[in-house]
């Protein structure tokens, strides 16, 4: 029998299973796991694509990328992206950037044209965010520290908001998160791959939102960590793009850009992006978590921001998420730009890196029992996280899909919806999802019987009486009208009128199950009937 040498060569695939791999492999795919649940637990798999306004033209030019990769790649895309807006008419590419629709369509050819799998997609980067955070802090600090940042940023309600909707965050966050890492080393270090790598991941981040310009900004708050292998050249070039960039909004705002009207605002953004909402819907209202995710999370976040001001050799790393935060809070005071919560998934990522960075320093202060306490501390956060994952509210459903799937379009004709922007892009989503080859048509009153910019200013109408109007249906050949009454935009007003005024052509529809607040009202003259 062969004796066992002890100088034996390990074998390579046992030496790169260590425990430590282990371990951070079972953390990632435990985050993927509660990502997925969180979804099935909100109901998101089944509600309306319409968690707000924004969601279904996020899911619909997803839907429309798809379907020209399976129908008419490689013809024109433009003229196939305008054949399928005529359908429906919430395709988005333009207003968005669209790195993020060539994602979700590329990802829908293998995983399926469905609303789970516009989901799943989100989850995924979702989990690529949460795993991306807790290798990082891993690395640089410790696996409780990691820990506690996964918790804090799945503590948040911006975070739940992004996962549980078909939107381009995740996959920004994702993109900046990598890209604010390299920053911080390049700026550090001068690496001419990390900044390679930040530019590519910043490009990126901006080719799926725009918000991500906020990563222009970056550079200049990590000039503290400028080293001499740092070309001046390279500044002065993003000093130029910026310029480019902020001038206009600048000059056009000059006026308000006083600091009675700066302060307050900053205000709001410190409030949005430092205190972190509650977890999601009502459950921060009761059992006091709402300090789980506020002022304690931002006095971690401080500690954790100590780490910043000591040259120890991560300093970088946490400056660089300090950095993203300040960067953040100067894009949205010099940009007109709305100041709402749901806009903050990045400082929010950075946040909780500081806080988990904070929980390192306070437990590097403690010599007696501190492994039992890392070890207290990690089984509560993972305990919080699986705790809150089952624990979510249900997400708003309106019913569109459930109309949908009991035959509400199966009619000659086109359906016309008058409502507001969600209930609007509810149906139209929810339509678009079950006829891959658009065979019927949702128009949208908001573009067919009315003008406007694309936030809905300087809204007018198209018609200037009833009978214009009702020969446009007839013209259409419109045989379904969905009506929201409690919606204010004229259009709704003009057109629910018309129709109550000429009975004889249209009847309301009190058979059909129909959406709380919507009015279904159906042609009753046969096709090809004189028009008005």
Avoid at 45 to 55: C, H, P, S, V, Y
Avoid at 134 to 152: C, D, I, K, M, N
Avoid at 254 to 272: E, G, N, Q, V, Y
């Amino acid at each position: 029998m062969a004796l066992l040498r002890l100088d034996a060569p390990v074998p390579r695939t046992a030496a790169w299973l260590t425990p430590a791999r282990l371990r951070d492999a079972a953390f990632c795919l435990l985050f993927g796991l509660i990502m997925v649940v969180i979804q099935y637990r909100s109901g998101a798999f089944t509600a309306d694509l319409a968690l707000d306004w924004d969601e279904p033209a996020h899911a619909v030019s997803s839907l429309m990328v798809h379907d020209y990769l399976v129908q008419d790649f490689p013809h024109d895309p433009l003229q196939f992206a305008w054949l399928f807006y005529g359908h429906y008419s919430k395709v988005a590419i333009g207003h968005w950037p669209p790195l993020f629709y060539l994602a979700e369509g590329i990802w829908m050819l293998g995983a399926g044209r469905s609303q789970v799998a516009l989901l799943l997609f989100v989850a995924l980067c979702a989990a690529g965010l949460i795993s991306s955070v807790y290798l990082e802090v891993q690395h640089r600090s410790s696996t409780v520290a990691a820990v506690v940042s996964v918790a804090v940023l799945m503590s948040s309600k911006v975070f739940y908001l992004m996962l549980c909707g078909v939107r381009p965050d995740m996959l920004m966050a994702l993109l900046a998160f990598w890209a604010t890492v390299h920053c911080g080393e390049y700026m550090r270090f001068g690496s001419r791959r990390s900044r390679n790598l930040f530019v590519v991941f910043a490009v990126a981040a901006v080719l799926t939102h725009g918000r991500a310009a906020v990563l222009i900004l970056l550079p200049f708050a990590l000039l503290p960590l400028r080293s001499r292998i740092v070309k001046w050249k390279w500044l002065t070039a993003g000093a130029l793009v910026l310029l480019s960039m902020f001038l206009p909004p600048l000059l056009h705002q000059a006026s308000h850009l006083s600091l009675p009207t700066m302060l307050p605002r900053a205000w709001d953004i410190i409030l949005s992006s430092v205190f972190l909402p509650g977890w999601p819907w009502t459950i921060h209202a009761r059992d006091g978590v709402a300090l789980v995710s506020g002022w304690p999370c931002a006095i971690l976040a401080l500690i954790g921001l100590t780490l910043t001001f000591n040259r120890n050799p991560q300093q970088q790393f946490w400056a660089a998420m300090a950095g993203q935060i300040a960067a953040t809070m100067a894009f949205f005071m010099l940009v007109a730009v709305p100041v709402e919560s749901r806009f903050m998934l990045m400082s929010t990522q950075a946040i909780a890196v500081l806080a988990g960075g904070g929980v390192h320093v306070l437990l590097e202060r403690f010599s007696p029992g501190r492994q039992a306490l890392r070890l207290a501390v990690s089984a509560a956060a993972i305990g919080w996280m699986a705790w809150a994952a089952v624990h979510v509210e249900p997400k708003p459903d309106r019913g569109y899909g459930q109309m949908v799937k009991n035959g509400l379009l199966n009619t000659n004709g086109l359906a016309l919806i008058a409502a507001d922007e969600a209930n609007e892009g509810a149906l139209i989503v929810e339509a678009s999802l079950s006829d891959p080859n658009r065979v019927h048509t949702v128009l949208r009153a908001s573009k067919v019987l009315a003008s406007s910019t694309w936030m809905g200013a300087y809204r007018r109408l198209l018609f200037a009486s009833s009978p214009e109007l009702l020969h446009y249906l007839d013209h259409r050949n419109v045989s379904l009208v969905l009506v929201q009454p409690t919606c204010t935009y004229p259009q709704v007003a003009q057109l629910r009128a018309a129709l109550v005024g000429d009975p004889a052509d249209w009847r309301p529809d009190s058979e059909t199950p129909r959406v709380k607040g919507i009015e279904i009202y159906r042609r009753t003259l046969v096709e090809g009937a004189p028009s008005h």
